[in-house]
């Protein structure tokens, strides 16, 4: 049934040119952000070294204070600082054996070229100097290191795997529904969901009390949204295919709007209901999956959003354009 959307007439069709515009202002927005500001990308993605640290109680007040007490010791070779990404570790490494403190996740990319077998010890030394006061090798809870070689091989493969699952898409598309302007519709509206979501991470990261960074998890995020989105524009196309049959005679943007108004319960109550678990989950879980649960919200939102007003009216405008040139 569609409940309280079942006499709603919208004119998703006649108002497509103002959301055209609203998506073109984010992305151009978004777009700027990602070429001047950039991501923040993770150990996984840029190389580096991961320490988890306790630190005792009263230390340090705050994060920029640790930040700023490594930066003097993690000097580079050209004689600039080499400043870490210090954020909040969850609780969750927390146990009794441990004095009263607060956890931090330190990450630096300071030595991370140098292949010399004494690299890793020097790197801790620095650390240990820098922290100072009652912080010993005993306050490291864990270590990770991604050499920059391998975080250039995953970074491609990442893309490479998004770039892949798009094109796999438009092929689906195509056998489904036998029309490229389907395809193209159902593309357009993935490309963007994407670039939204990483331009939400480009403005925001810094700014909020969490991490935005750019790593494996941000990847099966977005392939998350990427199938979130497509699942949610197949349903529209289905029932577009449906009243392409029935209503032959009606304009094409009668049963388009006919056919977006008809899903639009379905729409609506299927992504209520998921962001409203994602949110249950991002207040109350860990912090190491903030940044994945705040994707898959921003993803659930724009690809809600998009399959309404990007993929439907991008498949009418290149059905018309092309039915008026075969008139011609």
Same mark, same amino acid.
């Given at each position: 049934?569609?409940?309280?959307?079942?006499?709603?007439?919208?004119?998703? @069709?006649?108002?497509?040119? @103002?959301?055209?515009?609203?998506?073109?202002?984010?992305?151009?927005?978004?777009?700027?952000?990602?070429?001047?500001?950039?991501?923040?990308?993770?150990?996984?993605?840029?190389?580096?070294?991961?320490?988890?640290?306790? @630190?005792?109680?009263?230390?340090?007040?705050?994060?920029?204070?640790?930040?700023?007490?490594?930066?003097?010791?993690?000097?580079?070779?050209?004689?600039?600082?080499?400043?870490?990404?210090? +954020? +909040?570790?969850?609780?969750?490494?927390?146990?009794?054996?441990?004095?009263?403190?607060?956890?931090?996740?330190?990450?630096?990319?300071?030595?991370?070229?140098?292949?010399?077998?004494?690299?890793?010890?020097?790197?801790?030394?620095?650390?240990?100097?820098?922290?100072?006061?009652?912080?010993?090798?005993?306050?490291?809870?864990?270590?990770?290191?991604?050499?920059?070689? =391998?975080?250039?091989?995953?970074?491609?493969?990442?893309?490479?795997?998004?770039?892949?699952?798009?094109?796999?898409?438009?092929?689906?598309?195509?056998?489904?529904?036998?029309?490229?302007?389907?395809?193209?519709?159902?593309?357009?509206?993935?490309?963007?969901?994407?670039?939204?979501?990483?331009?939400?991470?480009?403005?925001?990261?810094?700014?909020?009390?969490?991490?935005?960074?750019?790593?494996?998890?941000? =990847?099966?995020?977005?392939?998350?949204?990427?199938?979130?989105?497509?699942?949610?524009?197949?349903?529209?196309?289905?029932?577009?295919?449906?009243?392409?049959?029935?209503?032959?005679?009606?304009? @094409?943007?009668?049963?388009?709007?006919?056919?977006?108004?008809?899903?639009?319960?379905?729409?609506?109550?299927?992504?209520?209901?998921?962001?409203?678990?994602?949110?249950?989950?991002?207040?109350?879980?860990?912090?190491?999956?903030?940044?994945?649960?705040?994707?898959?919200?921003?993803?659930?939102?724009?690809?809600?959003?998009?399959?309404?007003?990007?993929?439907?009216?991008?498949?009418?405008?290149?059905?018309?354009?092309?039915?008026?040139?075969?008139?011609?």
């Amino acid at each position: 049934t569609d409940g309280a959307f079942k006499n709603l007439n919208i004119d998703f @069709i006649g108002k497509r040119k @103002i959301f055209y515009v609203v998506s073109s202002v984010l992305i151009l927005f978004g777009s700027y952000s990602l070429v001047t500001k950039g991501l923040n990308y993770g150990i996984d993605f840029s190389g580096g070294r991961t320490y988890v640290v306790h @630190i005792p109680e009263n230390q340090y007040t705050s994060n920029e204070d640790i930040q700023e007490s490594l930066s003097k010791v993690f000097i580079n070779p050209d004689g600039t600082e080499q400043t870490p990404q210090v +954020t +909040t570790f969850s609780n969750l490494l927390e146990n009794n054996d441990l004095p009263a403190g607060r956890t931090v996740k330190i990450t630096t990319k300071y030595m991370i070229d140098d292949k010399g077998v004494t690299a890793d010890e020097e790197v801790r030394s620095k650390l240990l100097l820098g922290l100072g006061g009652q912080v010993t090798k005993d306050n490291i809870l864990s270590y990770d290191q991604v050499s920059s070689t =391998i975080a250039d091989d995953i970074r491609s493969s990442a893309w490479g795997s998004i770039s892949f699952s798009i094109l796999v898409i438009f092929l689906y598309i195509l056998v489904r529904f036998k029309k490229w302007q389907f395809s193209l519709g159902a593309v357009a509206a993935v490309f963007h969901d994407v670039l939204i979501v990483l331009s939400v991470f480009s403005i925001f990261y810094g700014l909020l009390p969490f991490t935005l960074e750019i790593d494996q998890a941000f =990847i099966a995020a977005i392939l998350t949204i990427i199938g979130y989105s497509l699942n949610d524009t197949v349903v529209v196309f289905d029932r577009v295919r449906e009243n392409m049959i029935n209503f032959k005679r009606k304009e @094409i943007h009668e049963f388009m709007n006919k056919s977006l108004n008809s899903t639009l319960s379905r729409t609506i109550n299927t992504s209520f209901t998921t962001f409203c678990v994602l949110l249950i989950i991002f207040l109350f879980g860990g912090e190491v999956i903030k940044g994945f649960m705040f994707a898959l919200m921003i993803g659930v939102i724009v690809g809600t959003y998009s399959s309404l007003f990007v993929a439907s009216p991008i498949m009418l405008d290149t059905i018309r354009r092309k039915s008026i040139s075969n008139n011609k």
